[in-house]
């Protein structure tokens, strides 16, 4: 029999089932990120602030708090319950509202990379923090005496004496016998996490985590080889004419230790520049400032929060963090008045003024930069001022004899740069893809073959060592260096664009971009405010007319 009370619960209940409840895919999407949000913004900011106090007081107890926070906030991401919910939502594709669905392919990619299952997380995390430790503590040694990197690197941008050149050279590539077996293990469990989850291995998987296709980065970094192909190979005879000189030998004797850093990846200071002069007695805080202000872009907000001078126990390089997604940005640098100085401010400002000019109606979760090359590609197109000589004149207030004494070799000098480093990276993009495709195969000659290939860099005969397990970055930032190369086309294709299309230039000989609001009113417009709105290549598309290309960072540096 139903009491009166009994309907009346009946009647609530249907209600709350029927009425208020999420029915719908859409709802239940709504809802679960709802709660979502409102668990994961307090625990966000709260670890923000507490490495950002870490990196000023370099105290370990307060960097014990950063991984505790940061432990928690990757528990909730690893949760397999709230995994399954968000992968059959996507896997029906019943969330057809845009921004829903992008919130959805958010959240299902920041799950998706933590499903590993938590034993085989922390085999792999303490087997990577043991690789790093080793590489920390390792000295090679030159004729049996310990030598530090900063030793090695030293002799092999000074010492003319090839015999002791090679030493230097060798010793710097020890480290890698020594972590290598290590590496090539850590290479197969991050396999077998992926594999798990479905991936074929952890390379595949990383890309796909990061909103990136194996497809896409193979076809663009094909590209950009066949692109540099021959003008790298041309600034190759003039700088390997300059190295032989310097060492006393032929051109054809030319080894790996004739380069001025153990991979070749930086360019050998072989063309006099030295733009720190211009930057000895200037205020870099107050050039920022009023650089930025001058392109319609207030980093004044930003620059009283931040921390910008040497301190003792604080980190002694630079980031910037935006602290809540709400305005709170701030950057830690340790400026010193020299160019390098210049640069990182410039460019650690660039990711600030993209996290502060976020629209702040977006939905938390997509108020962040398309992916991390975006930022950085932010942070290059600025940084790149410090050096360019019609900037230097305009903020530095140089003569035009000044100007033309620096532009008779900076042009070169970053053509060499850019060169440089895109075909190293060509090495690490192609070498880490067939590391983690098949890590059982012979890697010793895979990276020589690399290295041939793509940096014009004969292997010495005979060697058969583990040489790029000398490279920290295999274990300590796997899968990632390609996003160093795809910043830099970013910010050469938004450099072309703004200089023909918003500035409406015929070339960009005199750009400085000194006092150009549109040229921030465009940044702000275009790549600021989409955030995250869009997968990457869409908000590039949207903002420049083209999916991402490397010609136009062929143009810039290829004259
Ligand atoms: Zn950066």
Redesign the pocket.
């Known amino acids: 029999m139903k009491t009166l009370s009994n309907l009346v619960m009946m009647l609530t209940i249907s209600v709350i089932v029927f009425g208020c409840a999420p029915v719908t895919k859409e709802q239940q999407m709504q809802k679960f990120i709802t709660n979502h949000v409102r668990k994961i913004k307090p625990m966000a900011k709260e670890t923000n602030i507490a490495w950002w106090d870490a990196a000023l007081s370099g105290k370990s107890e307060d960097y014990d708090k950063v991984s505790k926070l940061t432990l928690q906030i990757r528990q909730v991401y690893s949760n397999p319950k709230e995994f399954a919910f968000l992968k059959d939502v996507k896997q029906t594709g019943s969330v057809k509202d845009a921004l829903l669905a992008r919130q959805l392919e958010v959240l299902y990619r920041a799950y998706l990379s933590n499903q590993i299952e938590p034993e085989l997380l922390k085999e792999i995390v303490d087997l990577s923090t043991e690789i790093e430790k080793n590489f920390s503590t390792f000295r090679g040694t030159i004729e049996g005496k310990k030598v530090t990197d900063n030793e090695i690197k030293e002799i092999l941008k000074t010492e003319t004496d090839s015999a002791k050149r090679k030493l230097a050279w060798l010793a710097g590539k020890q480290v890698g016998a020594a972590v290598a077996d290590d590496i090539i293990r850590l290479v197969k469990l991050r396999n077998k996490a992926a594999r798990k989850l479905g991936f074929d291995n952890y390379h595949t998987m990383s890309l796909t985590t990061g909103e990136q296709s194996v497809e896409d980065l193979d076809r663009i970094f094909n590209e950009l080889y066949e692109l540099t192909n021959e003008p790298f190979a041309e600034l190759k005879v003039d700088l390997d004419r300059v190295l032989a000189a310097d060492c006393n030998v032929a051109v054809t004797e030319l080894k790996p230790w004739h380069y001025h850093d153990p991979f070749f990846q930086e360019t050998p200071m072989v063309y006099e520049l030295d733009l720190d002069a211009y930057y000895k007695d200037k205020d870099l805080r107050e050039l920022g400032a009023s650089f930025y202000d001058g392109i319609g872009l207030d980093v004044e907000s930003v620059l009283v929060n931040s921390d910008l001078y040497e301190r003792e126990g604080k980190n002694p390089h630079a980031f910037s963090t935006d602290i809540d997604k709400e305005g709170d940005v701030r950057i830690l640098c340790n400026l010193k008045n020299n160019e390098t100085w210049m640069e990182t401010l410039l460019?650690?400002l660039g990711?600030a003024v993209y996290d502060k000019y976020k629209d702040p109606q977006a939905p938390y979760l997509l108020r962040e930069p398309a992916h991390a090359f975006t930022t950085?590609a932010i942070?290059m197109f600025f940084g790149r001022l410090s050096r360019n000589p019609a900037w230097m004149q305009q903020m530095l207030k140089l003569s035009d004899e000044q100007r033309a004494e620096i532009e008779k070799v900076s042009g070169k000098y970053m053509q060499l740069k850019q060169l440089i480093f895109a075909r190293w990276d060509l090495v690490m993009y192609n070498f880490e893809k067939q590391l983690y495709a098949n890590p059982g195969q012979d890697l010793n000659s895979l990276w020589w073959q690399m290295v041939e290939k793509y940096q014009l860099v004969k292997k010495p005969q005979g060697r058969n060592k583990p040489d790029w397990a000398a490279k920290i970055h295999f274990t300590a930032a796997p899968c990632y260096y390609h996003n160093y190369m795809l910043g830099e086309l970013f910010a050469s294709q938004l450099h072309n664009h703004i200089v023909h299309n918003i500035l409406k230039l015929e070339s960009d000989e005199n750009v400085s971009y000194v006092g150009q609001s549109k040229a921030g009113d465009f940044l702000t417009e275009k790549v600021f405010k989409a955030g995250n709105l869009y997968h990457w290549n869409e908000m590039i598309e949207r903002a420049t007319g083209e999916p991402l290309t490397p010609k136009y960072f062929v143009a810039q540096f290829v004259r």
Do not use: G
């Open positions: 460019h650690e990711h950085e942070a």
